[in-house]
């Protein structure tokens, strides 16, 4: 019940993923990053627990290949799941189950990749990788919004999309970007609107944690939270 893309920014070495999808919570359950190691997704009938472990064998040194690999072969019911991974030297891979009936697909580009299920049609993945490829003179958080927005235009999926989520990790040990729109109708543009007001916010919480005492907190500001 979802469509996807996890890249690697060759620009500045981030991860990201952006996912949408008519089921409710997609961004706690399935897009995965760490700074300096890469991506991982995990769809269709979604295991959760695949999606630390699946970080855990990059941050090791596995490929994207190596990790999807492994995460089909200890699956407890591979032939249902669907997984993606971007490694840190940007290598991807995707995996779909045999046991998947709905309409789904995958598709790899330059540092990315794309997966989906219960697709309108199977070009829904190719068509999330090209929206990437061809907004690469954005930001790189806006080439994964370009993405999914792509897919939606593709004919998304069978049932109305009602969540979207946008996870971007940098050089910090947490993500730089982890916004999250649940249960809207129009959930995509809710996340371009979301990204849109965050966005200037970004070098001010990393300040946050690293330079508190450097911040001028005497307005009272979203910023200051």
Known sequence: ???SLAARDPQTGMFGVSIATSAVAVGNRCPWVRAGVGAVTTQHRTDIRSGPVGIELLTRGFTARQTVDFLAATNDFPQER???AVDREGGVAFYNGAAIEC??????GNQCVSTGNLLANDEVPRRVVEAYE???DLPFAERLLAAIRGGLYAGGETKPIMAAALLIADRQSWPLVDLRVDWKEEPITELERLWEFYKPYQQHYIN????PHELDLTQESPMNL
């Open 1 to 3: 019940m979802t469509f």
């Open 82 to 84: 669907q997984f993606a």
């Open 103 to 108: 309409i789904h697909a995958g598709h790899a």
């Open 134 to 136: 061809a907004a690469m």
């Open 208 to 211: 946050q944690v690293i330079a």
